[in-house]
């Protein structure tokens, strides 16, 4: 199989040698200076442990991607949905690019102030910061997902006396689809960095707050334990996105 090749071997390799490293040189720098030197993998792996035990590594998980999916569902319609509408018609498209244009570049985290004042700390905040950082992604793909149709098949739509729902259903849609899935394929990476950034600074749940957490404790075992689940969860939703992506191309025939 492709995925058992030699690289993908290799690569499991590497990872275990770079743990047998860690583990060694951290052993070493710990018994010279326990107080500036990175945890060695079995005490990070020992934390690892107590957390479980404890429940507190399960709720942070739990918390952090209920809040991303959540944020994920939201911002994905809207910007779709609107992406779609500012796709086909050009006009309305100018009429709201100053608003798309400037909020697009400010970073959702920017908001945590207002939404603190507004929303509080809590689920509400963290799922606005996703759906913003979701929403203008799929905004700006759903746009060129339209602009993308050739115009031939919605002008002979129109001779044909079609409607302008039955263009958007059997043209319009299908023809931005594969936009729309690469949006939100892009847009899941960004929303779950803004995501965990949003929980170290301001809620108070969830794997970034429990980096924050063992930071403000000094055990820098629970922040590395944090950190790799924030990595691993990254790179599972990076797959599982990537994989959806594939079987809808696949169903549009786009790709074999």
Known sequence: MKFFSKWRILSFVLVLVFLTFWEILAQSAYILNPQKAIPPLSMVFAKFIELCEDGILGAAVVDSLGRFFAGLLIGGALGSGVGLLLGRFRAI???LEPFTK???PISPIAWLPIIVLWLGIGNLGAIFIIAYAVFFPTLALSIAGVRSINPTLLAMAKNFGASE???F???ILPGAFVHIASGLKLAASVAWI????AEMLGIQSGLGYLVADGRNLLELDMVIVAMLWIGLLGYG???????????LLRALGVQS
């Open 93 to 95: 498209e100018i009429l």
């Open 165 to 167: 729902w039955q263009k």
């Open 194 to 197: 803004q995501l965990v950034a």
């Open 169 to 171: 259903r059997d043209i």
């Open 237 to 247: 939703i990076a797959l599982l996105f990537g994989a959806v992506e594939k079987l």
């Open 102 to 104: 400037i909020f697009a």
